[in-house]
């Protein structure tokens, strides 16, 4: 038998309680403990070089089990180490024993590894860690920046105007984003009590920003999929505006469905609730490319309607707006790419972290360029049809914030 665990910080505790004390004694069973890199090395190494016994000699350490409940307190580990715990008796290393009418020995096994302050209650794991801070300040940042800001962000919405409905789409994008953290922390919250958590706010938070995700998309290649197909057919009386076919909704459409049928593909291999995940599989790696894809040809298309755009105010609006595109749609790729420095049990947590502060940076530069009195009116005032979403109605008067 064997078993793989994280071991964290000083006095990690290994916690093994037998039911049958006797059967155990008989075969003389024991634990042994390696580190991961340690046993790599020794499985790398031909059977000419190492026994099954000699292999078992070179473990750092061991637990004989002699009495119904055993401690092991593992202490000097300076950072989290993968070790691998293997059960050996007196008939392991015996090629040629055969007897199936021995008694097996069932036991349980609990793995503590202690908090900053020496708990060894603990239920986060090495990887799991320091999340529920993070949800809990991120919470708390949208709290307090809905108390400052949602008054005004109502009177925006609420007064309409040629960027109504951009509006309305990313906030409604924002609201899923805060649903998802709220519904990680709840859960973090229980699991930190009990070890379990609730399940289903877990799975909540994934939808939400499967949802949120899905917003996003949409509003970023629904407007420049307007602009760039209006720029492609030279409407050089209104450059921006949308295009009346369904061409470039329909671009928008399939390639949102291929977003989503990919994401619902990664949370189903990966049972494990994230909303971010490390690409080992196939549908987390045509997620990367369809964001590299997209990243690239929407900072294509830009880069081209700002080479030729005179106007000093339209040429930073366009800038502003590819760098949130573009930062939206890479960061994913990127923190997936950089996580490879770092040791396994980091990599989900500093792409689920960084993906979230990303994406949030992301939403505020959008947020203060269609919000912006200058650029906002520079670009939308040309009539309440220049610009892809906008409200049918339009809105000839200029809108007071």
């Not at 075969?27 to 031909?46: C, D, G, I, P, R």
């Not at 290393?93 to 036991?107: A, G, T, V």
């Not at 960027?163 to 998802?180: E, P, R």
């Not at 366009?318 to 049990?345: E, M, N, Q, R």
């Amino acid at each position: 038998m064997r078993t793989g665990l994280h071991m964290l910080s000083d006095h990690a505790l290994l916690c093994v309680r037998i039911n049958n004390i006797a059967a155990a004694v008989g075969k003389e069973a024991k634990l042994y403990l390696f580190q991961a890199q340690e046993w790599l090395s020794l499985q790398e190494s031909t059977q000419e070089d190492y026994s099954c016994t000699e292999k078992l000699s070179k473990a750092p350490l061991t637990m004989t089990l002699n009495h119904t409940e055993h401690n092991l307190t593992v202490s000097q580990i300076p950072y989290p180490q993968m070790w691998y715990v293997f059960y050996v008796d007196k008939f392991t290393c015996d090629d040629d024993f055969e007897n199936s009418e021995l008694e097996d020995i069932s036991f349980e096994m609990i793995l503590l590894n202690p908090d900053a302050a020496g708990n060894p209650l603990d239920h986060f794991s090495a990887g799991e860690s320091g999340l529920h801070e993070f949800f809990f300040l991120l919470v708390l940042v949208y709290f307090v920046a809905a108390c400052i800001y949602a008054q005004s962000l109502w009177q925006a919405i609420k007064k309409g105007g040629p960027m109504h409905m951009v509006l309305k789409v990313l906030t409604t994008a924002l609201l899923l984003q805060v649903g998802s953290a709220l519904a990680n922390y709840l859960h973090f919250s229980s699991y930190s009590k009990d070890g379990i958590g609730v399940p289903f706010m877990g799975s909540l938070a994934e939808f939400c920003d499967i949802a949120s995700q899905i917003q996003m998309l949409y509003l970023l290649l629904s407007l420049c999929m307007g602009w760039t197909i209006g720029r492609m057919k030279k409407y050089q009386s209104r450059p921006l505006q949308w295009d009346s076919t369904p061409t470039s909704t329909g671009i928008a459409v399939v390639i949102v469905i291929i977003q989503s049928i990919l994401l619902l593909w990664e949370q189903f291999e990966d049972t494990n609730h994230h909303s971010y995940h490390t690409q080992h599989n196939l549908a987390g790696i045509l997620l990367i490319i369809l964001r590299v894809c997209l990243a690239l040809s929407i900072g294509c298309g830009l880069y081209q309607i700002i080479t030729v755009e005179r106007s000093t105010l339209k040429r930073e609006f366009y800038i502003t707006f590819a760098k949130g595109c573009i930062l939206w749609f890479l960061c994913h790729p990127g923190l997936a790419t950089i996580s490879v420095i770092f040791s396994d049990y980091q990599r989900q947590k500093a792409i689920t972290i960084g993906v979230i502060i990303c994406q949030s940076v992301s939403m505020v530069i959008l947020y203060r360029l269609f919000l912006s009195h200058s650029l906002y009116w520079e670009v939308s005032s040309l009539s309440s049809v220049t610009l892809p979403l906008t409200i049918s109605s339009g809105h000839k008067s200029r809108p007071h914030f």
